[in-house]
């Protein structure tokens, strides 16, 4: 276990009444801040000098958390998931970043003018971006960074999310070549975009991860330059990457050449990489960490209750969802009655209830409420086991299985973590239960987990998303095709053809009506179980502030500091 540095002493000074409750695990993540020094009493004895002032020390600006997971990738043009994000927002910037009231603002752009039809965008750079190695961050790196991801050989899960720009699908399918794609650095300092259609929620994609730069200089010389800390990783954000023990720890430290350094109070953040909630929450209680839970982790499930009554949890809404994927490509999956029985036969509220805890809502559909309000409703019943066993007979004899005892033993897999073992054992007692299956539980390490995901290689897997910006295409686009982030081999023509109606709707209205529409369709066909709405979980040293949680559940460190 790592040594408590001088932050460390919050935990001793705020919770030691709820130690004496006797909690197995116990955190704060509110409490009284030491107390100050008193100031010194004069001598009974005459004296002749005043005794001196006590110097005040300040803490030190260094964050320590646990990242969970070792990311898949640290360039920003190849990431999908949550560990890697949680450094790449640290360290890189678009031409916008979303502020603390969730509001894209200028970021590496200091001037933005978009034309009356809303298709052309230009972006001038602020003249002291810098990337950390002092080069100038220029409009080629952004051009030449969007290309590579539309690019298909270089293999970027996201290149759909740059499908907005004009040409973009059609250079990445090969249609139309990388000069026609609607990015074009007219010079250093000026970007030009033309979009396909009108898109109110751009600039919100602009300070996404994959709009971020790249040095073309750098990846030039060094086509590797993102697996590993050093003098070739270079970055634009805040803070920047000095060192990657890889599955061990990382460290980010303040990038003096950031633009904006100067909002910068942080010194260094320290990022473990421990797969265990249960060392998480200990660590945070012994003041080896400052931050645990969300959003790379999840706190112990055992100690939730008692923390949730203790008012020890923060939890907030997040625009994300929790789902199963099936492989559709395989039986029995490729039935969509199976599917659905195996959907209609889970209690989500007894999981959100007794499993996860950590005050989810239950969800019976894919966009979250803060996209669709009306899905606090949802498209079906939950728990509606009756139907459940009707569609599974049905479906059984669809595809020549005389009854459910007679189908092979269906595997369940997911990735190493508490909170997943124990959903998983939820919902393979509730399917032998309710449907009379047999499950086979299979878990793995994430970065292997997901290959095989990928490639395929499962029956049911548990994945989910969180948006990456605030609006229901970006759950829906997932399944147009079956590229990108959709591994369920599932697609449909009138599904895609809905999507691609709502990009030239101009009245949100009727605009968000074929979005309906078109979830309606994908929650019919089921090829993804959705399970709950999630909520970001955590807890904290309480002398941190500053810490900005989106609605999207990611966090930015820019801003945070220690009183």
């Known amino acids: 276990?790592?040594?408590?540095?001088?932050?460390?002493?919050?935990?001793?000074?705020?919770?030691?009444?709820?130690?004496?409750?006797?909690?197995?695990?116990?955190?704060?993540?509110?409490?009284?801040?030491?107390?100050?020094?008193?100031?010194?009493?004069?001598?009974?004895?005459a004296t002749t000098q005043p005794a001196p002032a006590k110097e005040t020390k300040q803490p030190e600006q260094v964050l320590r958390l646990n990242n969970f997971t070792e990311p898949l990738s640290l360039h920003p043009g190849m990431i999908t998931d949550v560990w890697s994000s949680?450094?790449?927002?640290?360290?890189?910037?678009?031409?916008?970043?979303?502020?603390?009231?969730?509001?894209?603002?200028?970021?590496?752009?200091?001037?933005?003018?978009?034309?009356?039809?809303?298709?052309?965008?230009?972006?001038?750079?602020?003249?002291?971006?810098?990337?950390?190695?002092?080069?100038?961050?220029?409009?080629?790196?952004?051009?030449?960074?969007?290309?590579?991801?539309?690019?298909?050989?270089?293999?970027?899960?996201?290149?759909?999310?740059?499908f907005y720009v004009k040409n973009a699908?059609?250079?990445?399918?090969?249609?139309?070549?990388?000069?026609?794609?609607?990015?074009?650095?007219?010079?250093?300092?000026?970007?030009?975009?033309?979009?396909?259609?009108?898109?109110?929620?751009?600039?919100?994609l602009t300070a996404f991860y994959s709009y971020f730069p790249v040095n073309t200089k750098v990846a030039k010389e060094h086509p590797d330059w993102a697996k590993d800390a050093g003098p070739n990783y270079t970055s634009n954000g805040p803070f920047k990457l000095t060192s990657w023990d890889h599955k061990n720890k990382l460290v980010l430290e303040k990038n003096e050449?950031?633009?904006?350094?100067g909002t910068v109070k942080l010194t260094k953040i320290e990022m473990n990489i421990i797969n265990d909630a249960n060392t998480e929450l200990s660590m945070l209680e012994n003041g080896d960490l400052d931050w645990a839970g969300a959003p790379t982790g999840n706190l112990p499930l055992d100690a939730m209750q008692t923390l949730k009554e203790k008012g020890l949890l923060e939890i907030t809404p997040k625009a994300g969802t929790?789902?199963?994927?099936?492989?559709?490509?395989?039986?029995?999956?490729?039935?969509?009655?199976?599917?659905?029985?195996?959907?209609?036969?889970?209690?989500?509220?007894?999981?959100v209830d007794n499993v996860t805890q950590g005050g989810e809502l239950v969800a019976t559909a894919v966009v979250p409420p803060t996209m669709f309000a009306e899905n606090t409703q949802g498209l079906f019943k939950d728990n509606d086991v009756e139907k459940a066993k009707q569609l599974l007979a049905e479906g059984m004899k669809e595809e020549g299985y005389a009854s459910?005892?007679?189908?092979?033993?269906?595997?369940?897999?997911?990735?190493?973590?508490?909170?997943?073992?124990?959903?998983?054992?939820?919902?393979?007692?509730?399917?032998?239960?309710?449907?009379?299956?047999?499950?086979?539980?299979?878990?793995?390490?994430?970065?292997?987990?997901?290959?095989?995901?990928?490639?395929?290689?499962?029956?049911?897997?548990?994945?989910?998303?969180?948006?990456?910006?605030?609006?229901?295409?970006?759950?829906?686009?997932?399944?147009?095709?079956?590229?990108?982030?959709?591994?369920?081999?599932?697609?449909?023509?009138?599904?895609?053809?809905?999507?691609?109606?709502?990009?030239?709707?101009?009245?949100?209205?009727?605009?968000?009506?074929?979005?309906?529409?078109?979830?309606?369709?994908l929650v019919d066909e089921m090829p993804v179980i959705p399970f709950y709405f999630k909520s970001t979980v955590y807890a904290k040293n309480p002398n941190l502030k500053d810490v900005v949680i989106s609605g999207l559940g990611n966090a930015q460190y820019k801003w945070a500091y220690f009183e």
Request: proline residues 4%; neutral net charge; hydrophobic residues 40%.
């Open 1 to 45: 276990m790592m040594t408590a540095n001088k932050n460390s002493n919050w935990w001793n000074k705020t919770v030691k009444a709820v130690l004496a409750t006797g909690l197995t695990v116990s955190l704060a993540a509110c409490g009284q801040a030491p107390e100050a020094a008193k100031p010194a009493q004069p001598s009974q004895q």
């Open 86 to 162: 949680n450094v790449i927002f640290q360290t890189f910037e678009g031409l916008t970043r979303i502020d603390k009231d969730g509001v894209p603002q200028p970021a590496i752009a200091q001037e933005i003018k978009a034309s009356d039809d809303l298709l052309t965008y230009t972006f001038t750079l602020r003249d002291n971006a810098k990337w950390s190695n002092g080069d100038p961050v220029t409009a080629h790196d952004f051009e030449n960074a969007w290309k590579w991801v539309l690019d298909a050989k270089n293999g970027s899960e996201y290149a759909y999310q740059l």
């Open 169 to 204: 699908e059609a250079a990445f399918s090969g249609k139309a070549k990388p000069e026609e794609i609607g990015v074009k650095a007219t010079d250093d300092k000026t970007l030009v975009v033309q979009l396909e259609n009108p898109t109110p929620f751009f600039l919100e």
């Open 257 to 261: 050449n950031y633009w904006d350094a």
């Open 322 to 351: 929790y789902w199963y994927e099936f492989n559709t490509q395989q039986k029995p999956f490729n039935n969509k009655k199976i599917r659905q029985a195996f959907a209609l036969a889970i209690s989500r509220q007894d999981i």
């Open 404 to 521: 459910a005892d007679k189908l092979p033993p269906i595997t369940l897999s997911y990735n190493t973590e508490e909170a997943q073992t124990k959903i998983a054992q939820a919902v393979q007692d509730m399917w032998q239960k309710n449907l009379g299956v047999q499950v086979k539980l299979e878990n793995q390490e994430w970065n292997v987990y997901y290959e095989n995901v990928k490639n395929g290689k499962f029956q049911v897997a548990r994945m989910g998303w969180t948006g990456d910006f605030n609006d229901p295409i970006n759950f829906l686009e997932i399944f147009r095709t079956k590229e990108g982030n959709n591994h369920t081999g599932w697609e449909s023509k009138a599904y895609a053809e809905l999507l691609a109606k709502s990009s030239k709707e101009k009245d949100a209205a009727k605009r968000k009506a074929i979005l309906q529409d078109a979830e309606k369709l």
